[in-house]
């Protein structure tokens, strides 16, 4: 599974480092669908995250969506540049992660590449 | 099921993100993105499409004596071609719309309202009105369009010669380019511009014409988003939010709209009796996180206030709020905190507008 990214069907994504660590952002599809974000509120380092559980809020200027843990581990550490630059997750979704995610112990059901495609086309 | 407005094709060939609001599906913004729609606004020229707005004509000999009973603000010696921005309160002081009245004669004035509460204002000024007069709703039959920002003059004038010189004012029968519109110089943005209406049939090909003779200024289509970090930035009230029916406009700081001194109007005594325990403030937002409507606002622990609206603005580039605090927590400079969704945000009083235009 290393360096493969895999999706949650709430359109995060999850990029594995080690069998117990991996790192959690948003995909291109939802930063396309929020607009212009302008605030991310990130847990903190040492925080327990849970599979299917929210972890996060990404604010566009109009709404606040929830940002839902592929994983259930500790936050080992957070992206603190998106802390003052929340629109870089718009400029590149994929480059712009929330959070690095350690001890996992659990997962939620995950897509591939090809298969949040799929799930995005079928959803249209 | 949502109403389109004259233009409702246009928004979606031009890829506008449709969105039920009051009763129309409207664009919440194009391709482009809020952001950019804003800053076209306060640095070029945004064209948004505001037929949603309601129209209601009051004519008759007694018009002007009604609209003075009806509406707090105070009309006696308005002049044809002018327009004065008005609450509407029930007898309790509460505030039933806010709203633009265009005096287009002594006996003939249009009434811009705000679509989500058309049909509630007709229904009252109807049951309200006495003597000879009449009350018309024309909403449907219009299209209007709002063209704002700096270069909003120049991109008009290719297109007709006759434009409203005066801030709140308005010219008749314009020709625009072979469309007869209203033309009136107002807006909800904070910038200068102009709102424009013509018979809803005209609709579309007023809308390409501003769009094409706005281009080399920069104008670009705006939705609702925009619309909205705008008019928050220029500190203006939105009904349903630092207006209603259980806000005074004393206590949304409409002080300058609320004649007292009228012999009588409908609203009077309930808004002297209600008083004003809270009143509508800015909070600038200086931790991190955005309060938008209803967060509690404390002061040394206790709750002393509650955020109406909210937003990251973008001219500004921080967050930015408005809230009805309690009397004694409205000094400017008064820090806060902001419960936002259980993160207690410090924030701090200050002066409305956030933004006001460099003439």
């Known amino acids: 599974?290393?360096?493969?990214?895999?999706?949650?069907?709430?359109?995060?994504?999850?990029?594995?480092?080690?069998?117990?660590?991996?790192?959690?952002?948003?995909?291109?599809?939802?930063?396309?669908?929020?607009?212009?974000?302008?605030?991310?509120?990130?847990?903190?380092?040492?925080?327990?995250?849970?599979?299917?559980?929210?972890?996060?809020?990404?604010?566009?200027?109009?709404?606040?969506?929830?940002?839902?843990?592929?994983?259930?581990?500790?936050?080992?550490?957070?992206?603190?540049?998106?802390?003052?630059?929340?629109?870089?997750?718009?400029?590149?979704?994929y480059d712009a992660w929330f959070v690095e995610i350690g001890d996992i112990s659990a997962k939620e059901e995950l897509l591939n590449e090809e298969e949040y495609n799929e799930f995005l086309e079928s959803e249209n | 099921m949502e109403k389109k407005t004259p233009i409702y094709e246009r928004h979606v060939e031009l890829k506008g993100r449709m969105v039920p609001f009051a009763g129309y599906l409207l664009p919440v913004q194009y391709e482009t993105g809020v952001i950019t729609e804003h800053n076209a606004v306060r640095n070029k020229a945004g064209l948004f499409d505001v037929s949603h707005m309601g129209q209601i004509v009051i004519q008759g000999p007694d018009a002007l004596e009604n609209i003075n009973m009806l509406l707090t603000n105070d009309f006696t010696n308005m002049s044809d071609g002018r327009a004065k921005y008005s609450p509407m309160c029930n007898p309790e002081g509460g505030t039933i719309d806010d709203l633009i009245v265009f005096r287009q004669s002594k006996d003939k004035y249009l009434l811009g309202v705000n679509a989500a509460n058309r049909d509630k204002d007709f229904e009252w000024i109807k049951s309200n009105v006495k003597g000879n007069v009449e009350v018309l709703d024309i909403s449907d039959d219009i299209a209007q369009v709002a063209l704002q920002g700096p270069n909003s003059y120049d991109i008009l004038r290719k297109l007709t010669n006759n434009i409203p010189e005066k801030y709140y004012s308005f010219l008749e029968d314009v020709d625009v380019n072979g469309i007869i519109c209203f033309v009136s110089k107002t807006g909800y943005t904070g910038e200068l511009g102009y709102e424009i209406s013509c018979d809803k049939t005209d609709g579309v090909k007023l809308w390409n014409m501003l769009l094409d003779a706005g281009e080399e200024f920069g104008l670009i289509p705006c939705g609702l988003g925009a619309r909205d970090t705008l008019r928050l930035e220029a500190g203006m009230p939105l009904y349903g939010h630092e207006l209603s029916e259980e806000i005074s406009p004393l206590e949304a700081s409409l002080n300058f709209t609320v004649k007292m001194e009228k012999e009588d109007f409908i609203g009077k005594e309930g808004i002297r009796k209600r008083g004003t325990s809270r009143r509508r403030v800015g909070l600038k937002i200086t931790g991190r996180g955005i309060a938008r409507e209803d967060c509690d606002v404390f002061v040394d622990g206790q709750k002393v206030g509650l955020t109406t609206s909210g937003t990251h603005s973008p001219t500004l580039g921080y967050p930015i709020a408005m809230a009805l605090m309690d009397k004694d927590y409205t000094d400017i400079g008064i820090e806060v905190v902001v419960n936002v969704r259980g993160r207690e945000i410090p924030a701090v009083i200050c002066d409305l507008p956030f933004y006001t235009r460099v003439k």
């Open chain 1, 1 to 93: 599974m290393k360096g493969e990214r895999f999706y949650l069907k709430s359109h995060e994504w999850i990029e594995f480092i080690d069998e117990k660590t991996a790192r959690v952002g948003i995909s291109d599809f939802a930063q396309q669908e929020l607009g212009d974000i302008v605030f991310v509120n990130l847990p903190e380092v040492g925080d327990e995250v849970v599979a299917g559980e929210g972890f996060a809020e990404v604010e566009s200027v109009k709404s606040i969506s929830e940002v839902y843990s592929p994983v259930t581990g500790v936050v080992r550490s957070v992206n603190e540049k998106l802390q003052d630059s929340p629109e870089l997750v718009n400029e590149d979704a």
